[in-house]
């Protein structure tokens, strides 16, 4: 995987995977700790965590600053993990007030910001070397499946850790409990009999007398188990840690070659003509206003397509589709396809589809196995579905970087700009399904009603209204396809344009874009409670067309300053 690449970029690939599995246990659940633990609306916890949205990258211009003025990259990402696994060690001790909780989300996206931007810097430094040119867009894709082998196994880290804090203190998870509990505790729950009803199917002790203690009491453990969940990222950090300090000599060190230039002429920093520069710069700055676009779209995943899975999609699934929502099944049915592809690659020799044929039996059974254990009506937590996202980049990583090389080899690769339009059309399909998928369904504002008081009260979602988890599930397969058109992409080629003494700045912007897009994520929570479902998810097709037909409008000038034009 690795062949004919530095070996820095082993380093950087499994030091991202250990600060982002951390990230991405807290994202899983970040929104639904903020309800469960203070009670927040839907508008109030998406304001919070598209303000923390925000920070993570908003502040890798910061370090990006830093890093540049300095030259010391290495020193400032060190600093960043540092400052992240404090922030995550915090966020684990239960009963922090709200205040408590948003400044360490903060003190996260400011170690964030040291790390993240300067990490990629360096990554596209490695590539600066013209022995590796050739290979910085393949880099930057296995860089990118890094990021999403952590992120894949966080949500069930973080669902496993709760669901223990539950169950060793009698109770199981029911996803819509909190906010039953949250209501009834302010006298805003209309109907009684639900609560009570899922009271007593949570409660391993017996049927509930005392709803109002039971209401306590099951936040109370339910935003404990959060709390773990944030001890386990963490728990990465330290691995994270451990992987940059003992390997991090494989990296470029931009204060020694700094240091070599002064004291040898022949080894000048290369220096571009200012005219360059800007032409440049302007170039990067319109490729960064699509991609806040992007990511407003995209990072709806955390946010309203997790209120989607947790109310609008059905409770239990069925022995087949269990499979997938449980890691040791998802992980033997992965391993049973490896197996396949191993037998169906013709480059493969002898010995080497030999163990595709082992993996194939010895995985499937186990598949076969766990499925035959599953029953027909098997409960799913609306935090698996972020595994999806992650488990798709790694699976199609190599099946894009394939189709690239199959066009490249033909004359027909599309320049990095044309792929990054091509990603925001792909990321308006992925809308389209969910926005198929919500055709018919009662939406949160139809909700709510009056009572003869006058008072505000809220129904639960219908069961009618609940659909198969297939929907979101397609829509994120579009949307990763998107995003591996798009972001890994955008990655290198902001390593490529950007001038040298601004390598930092440049992916700090990057990440400034992709801040001020997840600060738009509010735009999803805001009219979660106004506009009809269908409606909301136009919103974000609307967005993603405009921003692809601007880059096309721009294409030309962008495929200049890349020499693909």
């Known amino acids: 995987m690795f062949k004919k690449h530095p070996k820095g970029l082993i380093v950087a690939f499994f030091a991202n995977m250990g600060e982002r599995f951390g990230f991405y246990t807290m994202m899983a659940i970040l929104v639904l700790f903020l309800q469960a633990k203070y009670g927040l609306t839907e508008k109030s916890a998406g304001s919070i965590y598209s303000w923390f949205y925000f920070g993570i990258y908003a502040l890798a211009l910061v370090g990006g600053i830093l890093a540049d003025a300095t030259k010391r990259y290495k020193l400032v990402i060190l600093a960043g993990i540092i400052i992240m696994f404090v922030g995550y060690l915090a966020l684990a001790i239960p009963g922090l007030s709200l205040t408590m909780t948003v400044l360490f989300l903060f003190t996260i996206a400011f170690g964030n910001g040291l790390f993240k931007g300067n990490l990629q810097a360096v990554v596209g430094q490695m590539y600066d070397d013209p022995k590796y040119e050739k290979l910085r867009d393949s880099a930057f894709m296995l860089f990118y499946m890094g990021i999403n082998v952590g992120a894949f196994f966080a949500p069930f880290a973080a669902t496993g850790i709760r669901n223990w804090a539950l169950k060793v203190n009698g109770f199981l998870h029911d996803g819509s409990l909190p906010a039953m509990c949250h209501q009834f505790k302010n006298g805003t729950l209309g109907d009684l009999t639900e609560f009570q009803e899922l009271a007593n199917k949570v409660s391993l002790k017996g049927p509930v007398t005392d709803l109002a203690g039971f209401a306590d009491t099951y936040l109370d453990f339910f935003a404990r188990g959060y709390n773990y969940a944030f001890g386990i990222a963490a728990g990465a950090m330290v691995i994270s840690l451990l992987v940059y300090i003992v390997f991090n000599r494989m990296l470029p060190d931009k204060a020694k070659a700094a240091k070599e230039a002064k004291a040898d002429p022949n080894k000048k920093e290369v220096r571009m003509s200012w005219a360059e520069e800007k032409q440049r710069l302007i170039s990067l700055s319109l490729v960064f206003l699509v991609v806040i676009f992007f990511w407003m779209s995209f990072h709806q995943n955390g946010l309203t397509l997790t209120l989607f899975a947790r109310d609008y999609t059905v409770k239990a699934v069925g022995a087949f589709t269990n499979i997938f929502f449980n890691l040791e099944s998802m992980l033997a049915f992965i391993g049973a396809i490896a197996g396949v592809v ?54 199609l990583t190599f099946l894009v970087v394939g189709f690239f090389s199959w066009l490249n080899k033909r004359g027909m690769e599309p320049s990095t700009p044309k792929k990054i339009g091509i990603g925001m059309v792909i990321a308006a399909v992925g809308f389209v399904i969910v926005l198929v998928g919500s055709l018919n369904l009662i939406s949160p504002h139809d909700l709510k009603y009056l009572d003869e008081a006058g008072n505000v009260k809220f129904n639960p979602v219908p069961d009618t209204s609940r659909v198969t988890p297939y929907w979101l599930i397609s829509s994120y397969l579009v949307l990763t396809i998107a995003e591996l058109f798009l972001s890994p992409i955008g990655l290198s080629f902001v390593s490529k344009v950007a001038p040298p003494r601004f390598q930092g700045f440049m992916q700090g912007g990057w990440l400034l874009a992709t801040a001020i897009g997840n600060k738009l994520l509010f735009v999803g929570s805001y009219f979660w409670g106004i506009l009809d479902l269908w409606q909301l998810w136009a919103i974000f097709i609307v967005c993603c067309i405009l921003s692809a037909l601007f880059i096309f409008s721009i294409l030309k000038r962008l495929e200049r300053v890349t020499g693909s034009a």
């Not at 595709?356 to 499925?371: N, R």
């Open 342 to 395: 191993l037998l169906l690659n013709t480059k493969v020799k002898a010995t080497g589809k030999l163990v595709g044929g082992i993996m194939l039996i010895g995985f499937g059974y186990l598949t076969y196995y766990f499925y035959s254990g599953y029953g027909s009506g098997n409960p799913i937590e609306p935090e698996i579905f972020q595994s999806f996202n992650p488990l798709f980049i790694v699976s």
